[in-house]
């Protein structure tokens, strides 16, 4: 009778310690599936930022580009315009004379 009552008790027991293993390993799935998706959003957000910040840096240098372009071409055109020669060559309605002096000045600046 013994045995019959000691296999009984090592049959729940083996069942109620199966139960637990089961519970367990649901439970440590559970916390990694959460973390590794609290992982994931955060890092997308800290992408999207970086991404974003780099973008602005980008047009900032573009626009500093552009008007260092601007400033240049600004200036070469002073320059072609406050020249005698060609002055002179539009007054006198000399198209070639004013292309070549406006490509001389353009490659001389």
Same mark, same amino acid.
């Given at each position: 009778? %013994?045995? %019959?009552?000691?296999?009984?008790? @090592?049959?729940?027991?083996?069942?109620?310690?199966?139960?637990?293993?089961?519970?367990?390993?649901?439970?440590?799935?559970?916390?990694?599936?959460?973390?590794?998706?609290? $992982?994931?959003?955060?890092?997308?957000?800290?992408?999207?930022?970086?991404?974003?910040?780099? /973008?602005? /840096? $980008?047009?900032?240098?573009?626009?500093?580009?552009?008007?260092?372009? $601007?400033?240049?071409?600004?200036?070469? /055109?002073?320059?072609?315009?406050?020249?005698?020669?060609?002055?002179?060559?539009? @007054?006198?309605?000399?198209? @070639?004379?004013?292309?070549?002096?406006?490509?001389?000045?353009?490659?001389?600046?």
């Amino acid at each position: 009778m %013994k045995t %019959k009552n000691a296999k009984t008790k @090592s049959n729940t027991f083996n069942g109620l310690s199966r139960k637990i293993m089961k519970i367990i390993g649901i439970c440590v799935a559970t916390a990694v599936i959460i973390t590794a998706t609290v $992982s994931l959003v955060s890092m997308n957000s800290l992408i999207k930022e970086i991404a974003k910040e780099q /973008a602005i /840096a $980008s047009v900032n240098v573009m626009r500093e580009e552009l008007d260092n372009i $601007s400033k240049t071409f600004e200036i070469s /055109a002073k320059t072609i315009a406050l020249d005698q020669t060609v002055i002179d060559a539009i @007054s006198n309605k000399n198209s @070639s004379k004013i292309e070549v002096q406006m490509l001389l000045k353009v490659l001389l600046y």
